[in-house]
């Protein structure tokens, strides 16, 4: 499944020239009200990943990307007799992307954890110049190479619940799920309703849902991103 590309292709020239081929990348959105990660047990349904079955310090097989600096950048680490996908991006946007293709009537909303240890400068996400954000995770609709696609964003500065046209991607949308640094390290359980944000942003029923993305980015900024992930489990 391609990825990289589409959604934050135009951060260089050689990204846009890439952006048809790539596509696991660019926005969505709907959050709903985050709740700490101590504070709730994960729902039932459909694991996608929870990254136990990879080797410590390795990159998750499944996964793919277009650009070999993603296995400098993401791979998995242990805390407390658990396995997750750590990311560390310096002055570097490399996203990659799981697979799994689905009707999204049927399986509407994606749950998942997420902290951050360290972000990129307070700017505006919505400048093209500044797009990047310490943790983003994309849901990738109707097809793989001009898809449209919904990123739900771990912001510096923008108020929860900000939604945007992402400024590198006509055909993405951003959603503000999370915003500022005051709970660095902290684990965060959060729900996106991708289904009913996809028709309240695009005005129409989705196609095939293609698969979701990571990504930690933080070249526009010439900056640092640390976070880590966990736990996607998709529901009705």
């Known amino acids: ?10 951060r260089s020239k050689k ?19 985050p709740i700490p990660f101590a504070a709730e047990i994960a729902p039932q349904g459909h694991m996608l990943e929870d990254f136990e079955g990879y080797a410590l310090h390795t990159f998750p097989p499944k996964w793919r990307f277009r650009n070999d ?28 992307g799981l697979e799994h293709i689905f009707d999204p009537s049927k399986q509407q909303r994606l749950h998942w954890r997420w902290r951050i240890h360290a972000r990129p400068p307070a ?30 964003m771990w912001s510096a500065t923008l108020p929860i619940g900000t939604r945007f046209t992402h400024p590198l991607y006509g055909r993405g949308r951003v959603v ?19 289904y009913e944000d996809y028709k309240n942003l695009f005005g129409e029923e989705p196609g095939k849902v293609q698969g979701i993305a990571i990504l930690s980015s933080s070249d526009l900024t010439k900056s640092l991103a640390i976070a880590d992930y966990d736990d996607f489990i998709l529901l009705p």
């Not at 990204?15 to 009200?33: E, K, M, P, Q, Y």
């Open 1 to 10: 499944m391609p990825l990289e590309g589409v959604s934050d292709a135009g």
């Open 15 to 33: 990204r846009i020239r890439t952006a048809a081929i790539f596509c696991l990348t660019i926005v969505c959105v709907a959050g709903l009200r």
């Open 69 to 96: 600096e993603a296995r400098k950048i993401y791979r998995i680490e242990t805390e407390n007799n658990n396995r997750f996908l750590h990311a560390h991006a310096e002055k570097q946007s490399v996203q990659i």
């Open 123 to 152: 700017v505006d996400e919505r400048m093209p110049e500044s797009h990047d954000a310490a943790a983003q995770v994309y849901v990738i609709f109707d097809n793989q190479y001009v898809p449209r696609v919904i990123k739900y």
């Open 176 to 194: 503000v799920l999370r915003s500022g640094s005051s709970k660095v390290g902290e684990w965060f359980r959060e729900t996106a309703s991708f």
